[in-house]
């Protein structure tokens, strides 16, 4: 994929974002696979319905294997500061609760739009302290901590 110039030069991205839950953010890593697969498939259900149609993920069918790929991918993309794929985790990061993603602005944002974000829970976290703390804290996260003024959350 080919991206814009989104970040100002010198952005360091946060590594490790403290919720004010007992859980905290990551960026993801291909060695997550042990516990993001059991987590999206797990939800698959809702994620299809959520990010299927945009994105076709996660199949059905997806294989440990390529779901490895898929970490790596995103590894790399945050590596290179094209897109960031950050964990929802517990304390000791033995369990993956969800993910919040953060993209550059698609060709049909609103015009000044800085990023497209949107996160999810697994299924058991729905309606949960958790959920309700990602939505307070990553709309003051995003302009605190990345400068954006214009975020578009994406369903």
Known sequence: MLFVVWLSDGFEH????????SHHLRPIRADDVD???????G?????????????GWPPSDMSYEEDRTDLARHEAEIAAHETFNYAVLDE?????????????PAPESPPGTDAVVSWWVIDEAVGSALEQALA????????????????????
Do not use: H, K, N, Q
Request: aromatic share 16%.
């Open 136 to 155: 307070d804290f990553v709309p003051r996260w995003l302009t605190e901590a990345w400068s954006f003024a214009a975020v578009e959350y994406s369903p």
């Open 14 to 21: 946060p590594m490790r974002v403290a919720l004010p839950t």
């Open 35 to 41: 516990i993001d697969y059991p987590a999206v498939m």
């Open 92 to 104: 000791a990061e033995t369990t993956l609760l969800g993910c919040v993603y953060i993209d550059p």
């Open 43 to 55: 939800s698959r259900e809702r994620l299809w319905a959520r990010y299927g149609e945009a994105w």
